[in-house]
């Protein structure tokens, strides 16, 4: 047989074979729920795998979130409490508002979700410094910014930056202000001992530094911080949109649109005396005097919380249990280098 021949059959036996395959099947999906709230009478672990996902930054009303090998992946959007971006728990195909999971969040006019699991609002003062948790080796400052309401003889606040202090180290991580909210802007900013901490814009870009982390979500505007061993800090620049402002009257100018933080935090090795408006919430004695059943639980007592110096990092207020001296030489000597990966 000729070597033109041979091509010949060779090419006709190669057609018949692709076209006796069988066609590849598209990968199966799960159509998932929206929950508006957090989730009732379900154990969802600490530790459970999720994704952050934005569909209504990006005008799609679902988004495939979650594809693992051998499973189904997971078609889901946002509740309607948080259309523009949200946590959706892959085993569950179930998407939540990310200020509806865990004990640990502080989120908009500060409502905080304790320790202990009840929910609360803290609205401290604008432009003040206000201690959030303080324990042995580790100390949380909240800057707070705002808008004064006269008809509620008080000022809507906000959580701008936090001051964190632990060993010799100082960590800062803060909103960037704007005028002009822009989602594809990153409005996060963060230093290590006054040195910024810079991570690429693109999504699970990670930069370490010994025993801490910054972890971006996504490419802008939400990042993981954790120190191991000792916290893990999740931190959401978002600004008051439009609908906020309509709804609530918050006083939003055209020259600020009050961009703050969402923040989860998750503590590993707290003491029994910790204090501050969160830390007291993980004590193990922690009676909680607020009415839960109040449509709006509010925490006094600010001024035994305010921060008395004007330096985010003071360690000055009223309930501070921090002991600079006295920490462990493993957390003072968790970050003497930094690297970026």
Avoid at 80 to 90: G, I, R, S, T
Avoid at 191 to 208: C, H, I, Q, S, Y
Wanted: with cysteine; aromatic share 8%; charged share 20%.
């Amino acid at each position: 047989m000729s070597a033109l021949k041979l091509l010949v059959v060779l090419c006709g036996t190669a057609m018949m074979a692709a076209g006796q395959a069988p066609k590849q099947q598209p990968a199966p999906v799960v159509i998932g729920r929206a929950m508006n709230g957090p989730p009732k009478n379900m154990n969802i672990p600490p530790n459970t795998k999720y994704k952050i996902i934005t569909p209504g930054f990006h005008k799609r009303k679902y988004e495939v979130a979650c594809s693992e090998k051998g499973r189904p992946g997971c078609y889901v959007g946002c509740p309607a409490n948080c259309p523009n971006k949200c946590l959706v728990f892959c085993s569950y195909c179930m998407s939540f508002c990310m200020c509806d999971i865990f004990p640990g969040t502080s989120c908009g006019d500060p409502r905080f979700t304790g320790g202990d699991g009840n929910t609360f609002y803290f609205h401290g003062k604008k432009d003040e410094n206000f201690c959030i948790l303080s324990d042995n080796n580790l100390h949380i400052n909240a800057h707070f910014i705002g808008n004064h309401n006269p008809d509620l003889k008080r000022d809507f606040t906000w959580v701008q930056a936090l001051g964190i202090s632990f060993g010799d180290h100082r960590l800062y991580i803060g909103a960037r202000r704007s005028v002009e909210w822009d989602e594809e802007e990153d409005h996060i900013q963060i230093t290590l001992d006054g040195e910024p901490v810079d991570v690429d814009a693109v999504k699970n870009a990670r930069w370490t530094s010994k025993a801490l982390s910054v972890t971006r979500m996504d490419a802008v505007n939400t990042v993981m911080v954790e120190l191991d061993g000792v916290f893990s800090i999740s931190a959401n620049a978002v600004p008051i949109t439009d609908d906020d402002n309509r709804i609530h009257k918050y006083g939003r100018t055209n020259t600020d649109s009050l961009v703050h933080l969402d923040l989860g935090f998750k503590f590993h090795a707290l003491t029994n005396h910790v204090d501050g408006v969160l830390g007291q919430t993980y004590r193990p004695n922690y009676v909680n005097k607020l009415d839960i059943r109040a449509k709006m639980p509010i925490m006094g007592g600010a001024p035994k919380y305010i921060v008395s110096s004007s330096s985010l990092f003071s360690t000055d207020c009223a309930v501070s249990r921090f002991h600079h001296r006295n920490n462990s030489t493993s957390t003072r000597r968790a970050v003497v280098s930094s690297s970026a990966s």
